[in-house]
């Protein structure tokens, strides 16, 4: 994989976009003054507006500054965006073979954002909204990462109540 490869597999990993979502996403669509992504083509057509870590804008900022095109990921030509399923049968497949990875899905970096958001305490309606799930049923596949926030939940019963404010 090339450097490239490896970013749009990080910001993947960030963002939780679908790999069309990404590598079809145009210039116009970033928006790294507020660290906001406009999602247009998602899944049923709907926009959405992914909020970007650190990590993503740094990745994303630095890639376009590499190019002009009015994609952030363009085709050669730069004319149009680069092919989601060309990269995923030239460049992903390859890769899971060369690493002996049999069973990893490109749609498992998508689990394991909303996976990582839930193991921090994330609330599956935030994970649901940052995923662009339409239902909550989708999300809560996720509910069970996540048993240390039961127990924090009951401790709660055994510290002190907070102070009335005056």
């Known amino acids: 994989m090339s450097l490239l490869d490896w970013i749009v597999a990080e910001l993947l990993v960030l963002t939780g976009l679908r790999r069309g979502e990404l590598l079809g996403l145009p210039r116009e669509d970033v928006d790294l003054r507020r660290g ?17 870590s650190s990590r993503a804008a740094a ?53 394991t954002f909303c996976s990582r958001l839930v193991e921090r305490g994330v609330p599956l ?20 990462l996540s048993p240390d926030h039961l127990l924090e939940a009951v401790e709660q ?5 907070p102070e009335p404010a005056p």
């Open 36 to 52: 906001i992504l406009r999602v247009r083509s998602g899944k049923g057509d709907k926009q959405r507006h992914v909020p970007l």
């Open 59 to 111: 990745l994303l900022r630095e890639h376009l500054a590499s190019h002009t095109s009015p994609w952030v990921f363009p085709s050669r030509s730069g004319d149009s965006p680069m092919n989601a399923d060309n990269w995923y049968h030239r460049v992903w497949r390859p890769a899971l073979r060369r690493a002996g990875l049999r069973d990893l899905r490109i749609h498992d970096l998508r689990h």
């Open 125 to 144: 309606e935030t994970v649901a909204r940052l995923a662009g799930h339409e239902s909550l049923q989708t999300t809560r596949r996720y509910a069970h």
């Open 157 to 161: 019963l055994v510290q002190p109540a």
